[in-house]
């Protein structure tokens, strides 16, 4: 028989807009592909930039927010694609918010001390750790009505009970709502645990989780 032909992939292309609507932004970066982040709500019609870390980075309006995301090969030909739904927030209501939490993986100091200095490094998409390693983590907290962020954490077992506490760092160097946390995993059993976030509000706490595993 005869294998298939392999296209290399070129670029990836990224399509943002409303549901339904005109496009907000259209835009390409070189392969591989890395899922793009909303900035900040804005005036749309921005043309979509290249970031660090293997980002897109564009202008988008608070509400639903659609994305196709496309790999392509050096015709322009679609290789793969994926879409997306989101809700963009609107950062002036009076309400708490946080971003998704970011995971990155080292193993030395020096993969400690290069996480730190890069504004935007690249996230894992593993969810899978050895005891060898330890977690970087990173989140934008916004406070309501614009005032200061004051997010806990604290690491819970695959059940949700509550096993230590998370020190929070603000990183203050990449912005206002940065924040930032590591995580050692040496002292940790083999097993699955969860990674809790919350920021307080006037009615409940907002939150976010995160699963991983670690392994011997």
Same mark, same amino acid.
């Given at each position: 028989?005869?294998?298939?032909?392999?296209?290399?992939?070129?670029?990836? /292309?990224?399509?943002?807009?409303?549901?339904?609507?005109?496009?907000?932004?259209?835009?390409?970066?070189?392969?591989?592909?890395?899922?793009?982040?909303? /900035?900040?709500?804005? =005036?749309?019609?921005?043309?979509?930039?290249?970031?660090?870390?293997?980002?897109?980075?564009?202008?988008?309006?608070?509400?639903?927010?659609?994305?196709?995301?496309?790999?392509?090969?050096?015709?322009?030909?679609?290789?793969?694609?994926?879409?997306?739904?989101? #809700?963009?927030?609107?950062?002036?209501?009076?309400?708490?918010?946080?971003?998704?939490?970011?995971?990155?993986?080292?193993? %030395?100091?020096?993969? #400690?001390?290069?996480?730190?200095?890069?504004?935007?490094?690249?996230?894992? %998409?593993?969810?899978?750790?050895?005891? =060898?390693?330890?977690?970087?983590?990173?989140?934008?907290?916004?406070?309501?009505?614009?005032? %200061?962020?004051?997010?806990?954490?604290?690491?819970?077992?695959?059940?949700? =009970?509550?096993?230590?506490?998370?020190?929070?760092?603000?990183?203050?160097?990449?912005?206002?709502?940065?924040?930032?946390?590591?995580?050692?995993?040496?002292?940790?059993? /083999?097993?699955?645990?969860?990674?809790?976030?919350?920021?307080?509000?006037?009615?409940?706490? =907002?939150?976010?989780? #995160?699963?991983?595993?670690? %392994?011997?």
């Amino acid at each position: 028989g005869t294998g298939a032909r392999r296209v290399a992939a070129a670029q990836r /292309a990224v399509r943002a807009g409303g549901q339904p609507g005109p496009a907000y932004s259209r835009g390409t970066g070189p392969a591989p592909a890395a899922a793009p982040a909303p /900035a900040a709500p804005a =005036t749309p019609g921005a043309p979509a930039s290249e970031a660090g870390g293997g980002r897109i980075t564009f202008q988008a309006p608070p509400g639903p927010l659609q994305l196709r995301m496309s790999v392509e090969g050096a015709a322009g030909q679609v290789l793969d694609s994926d879409f997306r739904d989101l #809700v963009v927030p609107d950062y002036a209501k009076a309400e708490p918010m946080l971003s998704v939490l970011a995971l990155y993986r080292a193993r %030395t100091q020096r993969d #400690v001390n290069l996480l730190l200095a890069d504004a935007n490094p690249r996230p894992t %998409t593993a969810r899978e750790f050895s005891r =060898t390693e330890r977690l970087h983590v990173r989140f934008q907290a916004y406070a309501p009505g614009g005032g %200061t962020a004051t997010p806990t954490a604290r690491l819970l077992n695959r059940g949700g =009970t509550r096993m230590a506490d998370v020190q929070i760092r603000p990183a203050a160097g990449r912005g206002s709502a940065d924040f930032e946390a590591d995580i050692p995993l040496a002292n940790l059993p /083999a097993g699955d645990f969860l990674l809790e976030v919350a920021l307080p509000g006037e009615q409940a706490p =907002t939150k976010q989780l #995160v699963a991983f595993r670690v %392994t011997s």
